[in-house]
């Protein structure tokens, strides 16, 4: 019987699901050492768990730069052109709006919302294209590299490992720019 020796995309990508079932597991073999009195048991569940923490950060982990999304893996993917190009719509509106109501102008500040709430849509309709495509391509690369990892296709699973962690990173980007808009709104209405 043949072991497969290369990696595969839990070893090598932080997961969520794996963060939480380490997390799970860490905290059984720390409740199983206190029941013991296993103080050795108890710290390893302790450091299993402090190890999950750190994934599921990890796995989370993005940066973002206008158009793009970079995972703390180094996988870098490019947000939909609609999603660019619904942001800038927001900004041109919301400069028009402004100017609009520098110079008393109501048709440059309806010309300027009707912008802005255009762009509003645009982006919310890309988002949802490229969180779906994210889940797409991480589902079909999960898939794929199990496959290629069972055939033996180093190569196809290597190519499916990325496939999976551009996914990761498409969709991480849409959660952050999502989690960054929600929190924008609630500063302006506390503030």
Do not use: C
Not at 28 to 35: D, N, P, S
Not at 117 to 124: I, P, S, V, Y
Request: proline share 1%; no cysteine.
């Amino acid at each position: 019987m043949s072991s497969n020796t290369g990696s595969t995309p839990v070893d090598n990508n932080t997961s969520t699901v794996k963060a939480a079932i380490d997390s799970i597991t860490g905290t059984a073999q720390e409740m199983l050492g206190k029941v013991i009195g296993s103080s050795g048991d108890e710290a390893k569940g302790q450091m299993r768990q402090g190890k999950a923490h750190a994934e599921n950060e990890a796995s989370h982990s993005t940066a973002k730069i206008p158009g793009f999304t970079a995972s703390a893996e180094g996988t870098v993917t490019k947000d939909s052109k609609d999603r660019t190009t619904g942001q800038w719509n927001q900004t041109m509106g919301s400069a028009k709006e402004t100017v609009g109501g520098l110079l008393g102008s109501e048709n440059l500040k309806a010309q300027g919302r009707q912008q802005n709430l255009e762009g509003q849509r645009q982006e919310a309709q890309a988002q949802v294209g490229d969180y779906v495509s994210g889940v797409g391509d991480r589902i079909q690369g999960t898939i794929g590299s199990a496959a290629a990892g069972l055939t033996g296709d180093k190569e196809g699973q290597k190519h499916y490992e990325q496939m999976h962690a551009s996914g990761k990173t498409q969709q991480r980007g849409v959660e952050y720019d999502i989690q960054k808009k929600a929190e924008a709104e609630r500063n302006s209405r506390l503030g």
